[in-house]
C-alpha cells in the first residue's frame, strides 16, 4: 500500500539539520572512480536530468558527467532554476523530450531529482510514446506535502507554499505508464522518504541507498542503479538485483 499526504509526516528537523552530511559524496565519488567505471553499458539514448526545488543544471552535474562517460545522449533540463509553479513547466519539457525523440528515433529516459523527479513522472504520464523510463532521486509523489520545504519555498521565491489538492495528491501517486525507480534514502531531512515510495509491482519498484537527500545525486550507489537501469534493453525490465560484491551497498538488500 502506497502512503499518501495523511498519513506521512515531514522527517524530524533533526535530519534537515545534518543534510549537509551528504556533501560527502562529492569527495567519496571522486575515489569510487574506478568502481563505477565497470557500471553496465546500455544502448546510447537520449537521457534529460532534471534538478530538484530551487537548483538548476549544475546541480546535475555530476550525474549527466557520469552519464555521458558511458555513452548516453546527456541533456540538463536548461531551465534555469526549478521554482516555478507546480504545473509551469510540463509543457516545455514535453516539448523539449518530444524533439530529442524526433531527432534521435528513440525515447527518451528522464532522470529527475526530488521536485524534477515529480515533474519527470508527469511528463512520463503525459507523453509515454516518448518515454523510455523515469528514475527518481528523492522526490516525494507519493506525499508531497510530508516534506521540510515550506520554509525554502517561501525564501526563493516571496511566496507561501500552497500545498498540493487532494486531486493532485492523488494524481502524482498514481503509477505511471513507463518503468519507473524510485531512489530514495531514509536520512532524508527534506523530504519524509515513505512520500517516496512507488507502490511495487509490474515495472516499478524502490531502492533504498545510504546518503542524505542533498547527497543523492553524488552517491556513488546510486549513480550506479541509475546506470544499471538505463542498460535495459526496451521492453527486458527487470527489478534492480545488486551483486553479492554489491549487495552491502544497498539497505534493503544486505
Known amino acids: 500500500m502506497c502512503p499518501d499526504d495523511k498519513t506521512v509526516r515531514p522527517p524530524p528537523l533533526a535530519l534537515l539539520a545534518i543534510e549537509g552530511r551528504g556533501l560527502l559524496d562529492i569527495p567519496a565519488l571522486l575515489a569510487a572512480a574506478p568502481f563505477l567505471a565497470a557500471a553496465p553499458r546500455g544502448q546510447p539514448h537520449p537521457v534529460m536530468v532534471l534538478p530538484g526545488l530551487g537548483a538548476d543544471d549544475r546541480s546535475t552535474i555530476a550525474i549527466r558527467s557520469f552519464l555521458e562517460s558511458l555513452g548516453y545522449q546527456v541533456h540538463g533540463w536548461g531551465r534555469g532554476r526549478n521554482v516555478r509553479a507546480p504545473e509551469a513547466d510540463l509543457s516545455a519539457v514535453t516539448t523539449q523530450i518530444r524533439k530529442l525523440q524526433a531527432d534521435s528515433g528513440l525515447k527518451v ?86 512520500a517516496c515510495l512507488e507502490e511495487e509491482g509490474g515495472e516499478r519498484e524502490n531502492i533504498e541507498v545510504n546518503t542524505t537527500h542533498i547527497g543523492l545525486g553524488f552517491h556513488a550507489p546510486a549513480l550506479w542503479v541509475i546506470a544499471d537501469r538505463l542498460a535495459q534493453p526496451p521492453g527486458t525490465w527487470k527489478p534492480f538485483e545488486p551483486s553479492p560484491t554489491l549487495a552491502r551497498w544497498f539497505p534493503r538488500s544486505s
Not at 532522470?111 to 510514446?129: C, K, M, T
Not at 501517486?173 to 531512489?183: D, E, G, N
Not at 530514495?184 to 522518504?193: C, E, I, K, L, N
Open 109 to 194: 529516459s528522464l532522470v529527475g531529482w526530488s521536485r524534477g523527479g515529480i515533474i519527470a513522472r508527469e511528463v512520463a504520464r503525459q507523453n509515454p510514446a516518448a518515454v523510455r523510463m523515469v528514475i527518481t532521486l528523492g522526490s516525494p509523489f507519493a506525499a508531497p506535502g510530508a516534506s521540510n520545504v515550506r520554509a525554502v519555498w517561501r525564501l526563493l521565491t516571496g511566496q507561501k507554499y500552497e500545498p498540493p489538492t487532494p486531486e493532485r495528491v492523488s494524481r502524482l501517486a498514481s503509477p505511471i505508464p513507463v518503468p519507473s525507480t524510485s531512489i530514495y534514502t531514509r536520512a532524508d531531512g527534506v523530504v519524509a522518504w515513505r
